[in-house]
Protein backbone atom coordinates (compact mmCIF):
# COMPACT_ATOMS: atom_id res chain seq x y z
CA UNK A 1 0.00 0.00 0.00
CA UNK A 2 1.47 3.34 -1.07
CA UNK A 3 2.00 5.65 1.58
CA UNK A 4 3.69 9.28 1.85
CA UNK A 5 4.60 10.82 4.88
CA UNK A 6 5.38 14.44 5.50
CA UNK A 7 7.53 15.92 8.31
CA UNK A 8 9.44 19.34 9.17
CA UNK A 9 6.14 21.56 9.55
CA UNK A 10 6.06 24.15 12.74
CA UNK A 11 5.63 27.51 13.79
CA UNK A 12 8.30 29.84 12.74
CA UNK A 13 8.83 33.91 12.82
CA UNK A 14 8.64 35.76 9.85
CA UNK A 15 11.27 35.82 7.66
CA UNK A 16 12.74 32.28 9.09
CA UNK A 17 13.04 29.08 7.82
CA UNK A 18 12.15 25.20 7.62
CA UNK A 19 12.85 22.09 5.63
CA UNK A 20 10.14 19.71 4.61
CA UNK A 21 10.32 16.44 3.77
CA UNK A 22 7.93 13.70 2.14
CA UNK A 23 8.72 9.66 2.79
CA UNK A 24 7.59 7.37 0.04
CA UNK A 25 6.65 3.84 0.44
CA UNK A 26 4.82 1.55 -1.05
CA UNK A 27 5.23 2.33 -5.31
CA UNK A 28 8.44 3.75 -7.22
CA UNK A 29 9.05 6.78 -6.31
CA UNK A 30 11.32 7.44 -8.81
CA UNK A 31 8.53 6.89 -11.71
CA UNK A 32 6.74 9.70 -10.74
CA UNK A 33 7.21 13.50 -10.48
CA UNK A 34 6.51 14.80 -6.83
CA UNK A 35 5.10 18.34 -5.85
CA UNK A 36 4.19 20.10 -3.18
CA UNK A 37 1.05 21.80 -2.45
CA UNK A 38 -0.84 23.66 0.25
CA UNK A 39 -4.02 24.82 1.77
CA UNK A 40 -5.78 27.28 3.86
CA UNK A 41 -9.29 26.00 5.35
CA UNK A 42 -11.99 27.54 3.41
CA UNK A 43 -9.52 28.33 0.50
CA UNK A 44 -8.28 26.09 -2.38
CA UNK A 45 -5.30 24.18 -2.69
CA UNK A 46 -2.76 25.82 -4.62
CA UNK A 47 0.38 24.44 -6.05
CA UNK A 48 3.68 25.44 -4.91
CA UNK A 49 6.04 23.30 -6.60
CA UNK A 50 7.02 20.20 -8.32
CA UNK A 51 9.88 18.56 -9.79
CA UNK A 52 10.59 15.50 -12.16
CA UNK A 53 11.11 12.57 -11.77
CA UNK A 54 14.51 12.44 -12.54
CA UNK A 55 15.15 15.96 -11.14
CA UNK A 56 16.06 17.46 -14.48
CA UNK A 57 13.59 20.37 -14.15
CA UNK A 58 11.36 21.74 -11.10
CA UNK A 59 8.60 24.56 -11.22
CA UNK A 60 7.40 26.46 -8.51
CA UNK A 61 4.63 29.06 -8.03
CA UNK A 62 5.21 32.65 -8.21
CA UNK A 63 4.80 33.23 -4.81
CA UNK A 64 7.69 31.46 -3.50
CA UNK A 65 10.25 31.58 -6.60
CA UNK A 66 13.73 32.61 -5.10
CA UNK A 67 12.56 31.78 -1.20
CA UNK A 68 11.61 27.74 -1.67
CA UNK A 69 13.55 25.26 -3.08
CA UNK A 70 12.49 21.60 -3.82
CA UNK A 71 14.79 18.36 -4.07
CA UNK A 72 14.69 14.69 -3.92
CA UNK A 73 16.48 11.58 -3.57
CA UNK A 74 15.64 9.16 -5.56
CA UNK A 75 17.69 6.62 -3.69
CA UNK A 76 16.16 7.60 -0.04
CA UNK A 77 12.46 7.93 -1.60
CA UNK A 78 12.40 11.13 -0.45
CA UNK A 79 10.80 14.82 -1.49
CA UNK A 80 12.24 17.75 0.54
CA UNK A 81 11.05 21.26 0.35
CA UNK A 82 13.61 24.04 1.56
CA UNK A 83 11.68 27.02 2.78
CA UNK A 84 13.44 30.34 3.47
CA UNK A 85 12.24 33.98 4.17
CA UNK A 86 8.81 32.62 4.90
CA UNK A 87 5.79 35.11 5.93
CA UNK A 88 2.78 34.70 7.38
CA UNK A 89 0.54 34.33 3.86
CA UNK A 90 3.03 30.73 3.27
CA UNK A 91 1.25 29.93 6.49
CA UNK A 92 -1.15 26.66 5.31
CA UNK A 93 -1.30 23.01 5.64
CA UNK A 94 1.33 21.30 3.33
CA UNK A 95 1.16 18.30 1.06
CA UNK A 96 3.29 16.16 -0.67
CA UNK A 97 1.96 14.23 -3.66
CA UNK A 98 2.44 12.22 -6.45
CA UNK A 99 1.78 12.83 -10.55
CA UNK A 100 2.60 11.04 -13.62
CA UNK A 101 4.08 14.56 -14.58
CA UNK A 102 4.89 18.29 -13.49
CA UNK A 103 1.71 19.26 -15.71
CA UNK A 104 -0.38 16.57 -14.65
CA UNK A 105 0.96 17.60 -10.85
CA UNK A 106 -0.48 21.40 -11.36
CA UNK A 107 -4.00 20.23 -13.10
CA UNK A 108 -4.47 17.79 -10.59
CA UNK A 109 -3.98 20.09 -7.75
CA UNK A 110 -6.24 22.60 -9.14
CA UNK A 111 -9.04 20.34 -9.43
CA UNK A 112 -8.65 16.09 -9.70
CA UNK A 113 -7.25 13.34 -7.27
CA UNK A 114 -3.13 13.02 -7.49
CA UNK A 115 -1.70 9.27 -8.18
CA UNK A 116 -0.80 9.41 -4.52
CA UNK A 117 -0.79 12.03 -1.61
CA UNK A 118 0.08 12.69 2.20
CA UNK A 119 -1.50 13.78 5.21
CA UNK A 120 -0.23 17.01 5.26
CA UNK A 121 1.99 19.32 7.72
CA UNK A 122 1.57 22.47 9.17
CA UNK A 123 3.46 25.61 8.79
CA UNK A 124 2.55 28.70 10.93
CA UNK A 125 4.46 31.46 10.33
CA UNK A 126 3.56 34.35 13.11
CA UNK A 127 5.70 36.63 14.95
Known amino acids: QAHLVESGGGAVQPGGSLRLSCTASGFRFDDYAMGWFRQVPGKEREGVSC????????YYTNAVKGRFTISRDNAKNTLYLQMDHLNSEDTAMYFCGAATSCNDFWQLVKGGVLNYRGQGTQVTVSS
Open 51 to 58: IRYDSANS
